[in-house]
């Protein structure tokens, strides 16, 4: 632990913590919690806001119910949950072994490293209209480029079947760098005392990986699962210039989905009934990977 | 301490003496002889390409003739519909002017001005609107709330050297698909295949053929043989598409024609293909295409896109505005909109110009007069417009069969209609 509870803490010192934490506290309150209650109110109503004659009506929790009868939104639901688990594995396993790859502190590693990050870096925006570019079945530079080897053109975003799993691809593009520069860290941060040893003790470089490396290196695999996970579901930007949803809703997610109920319809009951449940959903899922990460430490003592 | 307290104290009285003189020194708008509206700025909202383009250019010979400032502000279809939504809904009266779609009226009406009053204080001449185009854009329960500026039915470009009549219905218009298809150099179609403009035309082909989604009293007749065999012949269009064609928006698909690549264009031929079809540098095609009104089907009503222009009851300079208004929309500029921007007229008057007769884009007014319409202009519009974007997209990409697609269309509209009924005497006046 980095900071410890001073025993030795008074009044006057608890007082200015506090006073100190006011402002996020209070920036939370009127950014987040307050939103989120109303939200929560909102839920329960019937109400589209450019009726301008219609008052919200009270239907309990119908729109919850109306959710899972949808079947856009049960689609976009095994879509998102595809998606992550996709991204999210694919981008853990190969960052993993880039950020291997680049623990040795040279001059190659540090320029590549450098290199790694430009995808990051690019807003998602940009990164879809440019893979969108890129993908097209007819102009592409990619079916250009697989022409040499002689696969014939693909379809990579107009055919429902493999749509999803251009937009996994293109996420894994972009956020490989992220994984890798967290766990690169993480693995710079090991005393070398300990490689040596395990070397010395005549481990092969697998058995220094799995049995030093990546035990020491969990809880930061964990807490990056985490995010990736949650941002794996936020995913928006990209899908919305890559795909809109399509073709059919092969790419629907549920932020283009709650983006549909909310902003483009303004359904506002039914869209926070939608963004309730997901943030439900979220806080369970971080809720998971904390314990996990908690189970690990504790484990490692 | 003391000290830093006297600087902190002095720094506070500099700045706000400064900002006290700095409002208090500028002088009060007032306006001079001849120019009623100096000193005042409106704010105007536009889809973004050259309805934004059109007023920036004007903006200037505006203030130099009111003494009133323009700023125009502009954005793309996909979210200029949510901020125009979110700032009438809420009363912001950030625009004194905004530019909805036509099928945005119903929604946003109870936000916008009634024109009514302005007309008759200015004797401001209406006649010339052309009246089946006002009905549907500009006016929304007996109210005016807007003119329309724009009138663009769907129609389509085609290639003069491959076509020389274009088809009639859609057998026909197959049979030509079939003659000039030469994959992969030549594909007969270029279609945008994004599911936003997909269901555009698939309208097109159910309204063409007879099909409706409801009757005038909303009782749904969407479970069609209509429906049906629209849906086959949307399907059917993608045999003679590049394959690429389901994951195109409308500037892919018009690159396509331009490009020389695709002998008929699904598309609004104004946006691109005609403001550069014949620039040699931007197309392969120049003098070699034509614009034509759909295949005439059981009607030739297609879909229509067309834009109004009124006033926010929000709006901070309601009479600037409606100078605006009259300026913008008054025949000289609607002939400039033709000739510089390729906006059609919403003047009959402006249709009537020789220049305008002898144009390319003429057989538009033929495919205006066979019948444009819009879907259900009701607020649950956007709505119901999804549902049959959804079911085309996922039949046309076979995610769906056919009687799912039907199924689908019929549940979604029943439940738009039952969660968000019209209005107590709205009749439907689309399709």
Not at chain 2, 398 to 422: H, I, T
């Amino acid at each position: 632990m980095l900071i410890s509870r001073n025993i030795h803490q008074t009044t006057s010192d608890r007082l200015w913590s506090w006073a100190f934490l006011l402002p996020v506290v209070a920036v939370l309150m009127i950014a987040a919690f307050i939103p989120l209650g109303y939200g929560l109110v909102l839920s329960f109503f019937r109400y589209k806001l450019t009726i301008a004659t219609s008052r919200p009506a009270f239907i309990g929790l119908q729109n919850y119910f109306n959710m899972f009868r949808d079947e856009i939104f049960i689609k976009s639901l095994t879509n998102n949950v595809l998606f992550a688990l996709l991204s999210v594995s694919i981008e853990l396993g190969i960052g993993v072994m880039v950020a291997m790859m680049l623990s040795d502190d040279n001059r190659m590693s540090r320029l590549l490293t450098t290199f790694l990050m430009v995808p990051m870096i690019i807003a998602p925006v940009a990164s879809g209209t440019l893979w969108r570019m890129m993908v097209d079945r007819t102009y592409g530079v990619v079916n250009y480029l697989l022409s040499f080897v002689g696969i014939p053109p693909v379809s990579w975003i107009g055919d429902y079947r493999i749509a999803l799993y251009t937009v996994v691809f293109v996420d894994c593009w972009q956020f490989i760098p992220f994984v890798a520069l967290l766990v690169l860290s993480s693995i710079k941060s090991i005393p070398q005392s300990f490689l040596d040893a395990a070397r010395v003790d005549g481990a092969s470089p697998w058995k220094v990986f799995t049995k030093v490396v990546l035990p020491i290196t969990s809880p930061v695999i964990i807490i990056v699962a985490m995010i990736r996970f949650i941002d794996a579901f936020k995913i928006f930007d990209v899908v919305f210039v890559m795909t809109q949803g399509g073709p059919g809703n092969a790419t629907e997610m549920l932020p283009t989905y709650i983006y549909r109920q909310g902003i483009k319809f303004l359904d506002v009951g039914y869209s926070s009934a939608t963004a309730i449940m997901f943030i439900i959903a979220m806080s369970l899922i971080a809720w998971v990977f904390i314990r996990l990460r908690s189970l690990q430490l504790r484990r490692l003592g | 301490m003391k000290k830093i307290q006297i600087l902190i104290a002095v720094v506070l009285v500099i700045g706000l003496a400064t900002a006290a003189f700095a409002g208090g020194g500028k002088e009060p708008p007032t306006a001079t002889e001849g120019k009623p509206f100096a000193g005042q700025k409106i704010t105007v909202l536009y889809f973004s390409a050259t309805y934004a383009e059109a007023a920036k250019e004007y903006s200037a010979e505006f203030t130099e003739k009111t003494g009133c400032e323009v700023e125009v502000v502009d954005f793309p279809y996909l979210t200029l519909y949510e901020k125009m939504a979110l700032a009438l809904s809420t009363e912001d009266s950030t625009y004194d002017i905004v530019t909805p779609a036509c099928q945005w009226d119903g929604e946003f009406e109870p936000f916008m001005e009634d024109l009514e009053p302005y007309i008759k204080r200015d004797n401001f001449d209406t006649s010339d609107f052309l009246p089946g185009l006002w009905e549907q854009s500009g006016k929304w329960a007996g109210k005016i709330m807007g003119f329309p500026f724009s009138n663009t039915p769907q129609t389509l470009a085609y290639r003069t050297d491959l076509i020389s009549d274009f088809p009639e219905n859609w057998d026909e218009f197959f049979e030509v698909c079939e003659e000039i298809h030469d994959p992969p150099n030549l594909y007969a179609i270029a279609i945008p295949g994004l599911k936003e403009q997909l269901s555009g035309l698939w309208m097109m082909v159910h309204w063409s053929l007879g099909g409706a989604w409801a009757d005038e009293n909303w009782n749904l007749t969407i479970d069609s043989p209509k429906t049906r065999e629209a849906l086959k012949i949307t399907k059917k269009w993608f045999d003679y598409s590049d394959p690429a064609a389901p994951a195109w928006g409308l500037p892919e698909s018009d690159a396509a024609f331009l490009n020389g690549n695709a002998g008929i264009a699904f598309s609004w031929p104004t946006l691109s293909i005609a403001p550069n079809g014949d620039n040699p540098e931007k197309s392969k095609v120049v003098n070699k295409w034509a614009i034509a009104p759909i295949p005439y089907a059981e009607n030739g009503v297609t879909v229509l896109s067309s834009w109004d222009i009124g006033i926010p009851k929000a709006a901070k300079n309601k009479d600037a505005a409606w100078e605006w208004i009259k300026f913008y929309t008054n025949a000289e500029k609607q002939l400039k909109n033709f000739k510089d921007y390729s906006i059609l007229p919403s003047r009959e008057s402006v249709w009537e110009m020789p220049e305008v007769k002898n144009d390319k884009l003429y057989p538009h007014k033929k495919a205006s007069d066979q019948g444009a319409i819009i879907w259900w202009r009701i607020p649950a519009g956007t709505m119901a417009e999804t549902t049959i974007r959804d079911a085309v997209a996922n039949y046309v990409t076979g995610q769906w069969d056919l009687e799912r697609s039907v199924r689908f269309m019929e549940n979604g509209l029943a439940k738009v209609l039952e969660e968000y009924p019209p209005a107590p005497g709205v009749k439907n006046s689309g399709r």
